[in-house]
């Protein structure tokens, strides 16, 4: 199987937050679509090995901030190269708070959103979600796509900045 192919799979690239035993989890996801408009509900496939999918279980409400076209490259390197269980990433990004939860600023979109059910799917489990906040923001959604082609190559060089400067042996 040519794995490449399912890059050609449209869909946007997200970050969760989620209250965390210490401060906020988050990651960077693209498993997350609407399921039906009335009631507003959305579909969550999230990693089980990471400490996000474990605080999504257990406190069953999380955020979801929509990226944007121009995102800052380490936005995404932040949430996605790295565990909340080695560094705190919400202090490192320009943010604000809905109900307790952590929602990134300059986005597309973002939603607060419920825990109705879960699927076990071996590597992942599916989050069937209610909506319970959504607002809009402006500019235009991120899509996986665009990242692979545009961002991709930014995003891991500004990794390596960020490393260099936060990481200095003592």
């Known amino acids: 199987m040519n794995d490449k192919a399912l890059f050609s799979i449209s869909c946007g690239l997200f970050v969760v937050g ?13 498993a997350f679509i609407q399921s039906t408009a009335y009631p507003p509900t959305v579909i969550l ?11 999504i279980q257990r406190t069953g409400v999380f ?10 490259p380490l936005t995404i390197a932040l949430f996605g190269f790295q565990s909340t269980r080695a560094i705190q990433k919400w202090p490192l990004v320009p ?33 069937h979600c209610e909506v319970l906040e959504a607002e809009e923001g402006q500019g235009e959604a991120l899509t996986y796509g665009y990242y692979r082609e545009h961002l991709r190559h930014a995003t891991a060089a500004a990794f390596q900045v960020f490393k260099q400067e936060h990481h200095k042996p003592s």
Request: glycine content about 4%.
């Open 63 to 72: 955020s979801v901030s929509v990226l944007r076209k121009d995102v800052d």
């Open 18 to 30: 989620v209250e965390a035993p210490v401060g906020f989890s988050g990651c960077i996801v693209d």
């Open 95 to 127: 943010h604000v708070m809905s109900a307790g939860l952590p929602v990134l600023k300059e986005v597309a979109a973002w939603y607060v959103c419920k825990v109705k059910q879960s699927l076990d799917l071996a590597t992942h489990t599916m989050f």
């Open 45 to 55: 496939c999230s990693q089980k090995h990471t400490l996000t999918h474990e605080c």
